[in-house]
């Protein structure tokens, strides 16, 4: 069973700070996803990165994923309160095309 | 607005009741999947669904059942509710060709109490 490992758990800073959290894994990921789920809401997904050394951008939001596809990272500029919330990583489970293996999240608060 | 349906969004129960939380999505996906999610631990696969009339276990099954008669309903049964089994109950979906690319589609939970 995979395991995917995302760092730091908790993460509270101020607007405007930037901010990169992690995902890493025991083995090589068959593709990548990342979800954000606001308090009281199911996840939503942000990007899919399937290809190692991907970078996929989003407004302020650099999604990278490593060259050997065990590892990824989510980066934020300039964070805005309503980037709150809970950012998953997700493993689609390798040769099923169906089924994800979720990491445990990192909880972000961004205050004003 | 299409989706994932979830229903109830709370629910109370008594230690030893029993009840079914339903979902239902109209976006004609075939796969459809019980998710429950506890501080801390994020997202634990109960019991998955790739088809009408095909249901197999995930995680953590014990103490739960569904069953998946049309494409667009999945409810999950509990039976003998167990403090063990408070928790947030995510339905979510996903199309035979789509999950690698488009993920799932989630509804909004049900937040379960079992006292």
């Known amino acids: 069973t995979q395991l995917l490992e995302q760092s730091p758990q908790f993460l509270s800073i101020q607007e405007g700070e930037n901010l990169t959290v992690y995902c890493n894994s025991s083995?090589?990921?068959?593709?990548l996803q990342w979800y954000r789920q606001e308090p009281g809401e199911g996840p939503v997904l942000l990007v899919t990165?399937?290809?190692?050394?991907e970078v996929k951008k989003l407004k302020r939001l650099t999604f990278q994923f490593g060259d050997a596809r065990k590892d990824s990272s989510l980066h934020i500029t300039a964070a805005q309160p309503g980037d709150t919330g809970l950012y998953l990583c997700?493993?689609?489970?390798?040769?099923?095309?169906?089924?994800?293996?979720f990491g445990k999240g990192t909880l972000l608060t961004v205050n004003p | 607005n299409a989706g994932v349906t979830q229903t109830p969004k709370f629910r109370i129960l008594k230690i030893g009741q029993s009840m079914t939380l339903q979902c239902a999505q109209d976006m004609n996906h075939n796969y459809m999947y019980w998710y429950r999610q506890d501080p801390g631990m994020g997202l634990k696969l109960i019991y998955y669904?790739?088809?009408?009339?095909?249901?197999d276990k995930g995680e953590v099954p014990n103490g739960y059942n569904v069953s998946r008669s049309t494409t667009e309903d999945f409810p999950l049964r509990l039976e003998l509710a167990a403090p063990s089994q408070t928790s947030v109950y995510f339905c979510?979906?996903?199309?035979?060709?789509?999950?690698?690319?488009?993920?799932?589609?989630f509804g909004s939970g049900t937040r379960l109490t079992v006292v």
């Open positions: 669904s790739v088809g009408a009339g095909i249901t």
């Open positions: 083995s090589v990921f068959s593709s």
């Open positions: 979510a979906s996903s199309s035979s060709t789509g999950t690698a690319n488009y993920g799932y589609t």
């Open positions: 997700a493993d689609v489970a390798g040769g099923s095309n169906y089924k994800l293996t």
């Open positions: 990165v399937v290809t190692g050394g």
